[in-house]
């Protein structure tokens, strides 16, 4: 009954199929896509290069007008009572910009290193349980995936050995030969 209210009202949820619901997932996909951009390094590192840019020009256009105010203090033409913008502040700034264009390239690059690790030791999807009728074409078979774990195991074992023996050794060899 309620639904037939709804259907007979003008402006009711009804009366405009199509048009309240998408702009409802437009908005939830778009809150979706910035809170993936935030997070993303190389967006991050796009929207950074025009303020870089901005911060550049301001410190090229301040240390043009420190020196020539400098220059016309040395000519004798002005006293030193004038106002000048600080160069360092601006220097700072563009500094801090720098910094965090590093940090964001070096957060992809971590990124990007992981991302090929992955695709290199667990190249193909295990099937989940969740969804058997889906059918994964590039998965693997769970035996494959314990096969593939167990190297796994085995590989960090030996890795573990080797760290223990080399500091046996280091250890050996830092100690007096005659206390042993």
Known sequence: MASQQQQQQPGGPMSQPGLQQPSLQQQQQQQQ????????????FKMLIPQL????QNVMKIASLNL?????????????????????????????????????????????????????HSPNLVPTATKPDTVQTES????????????QISCAKDIHNALLECSKKITGKGQPQGIM
């Open 33 to 44: 896509l910035n809170q993936q951009q935030d997070f993303d390094p190389v967006h991050r």
């Open 53 to 56: 840019k901005e911060s550049l």
């Open 68 to 120: 020539a105010h400098n220059t016309a203090i040395d000519n004798g033409i002005k006293s030193s009572d004038g106002s000048v913008q600080r160069f360092d502040k601006s220097l700072e700034e563009f500094y801090a910009l720098c910094d965090q264009l590093e940090l964001c390239l070096r957060l992809a690059y971590e990124c990007l290193s992981q991302s090929i690790d992955s695709a290199k």
């Open 140 to 151: 693997m078979s769970y035996a494959q995936y314990l096969g593939m774990i167990k190297s």
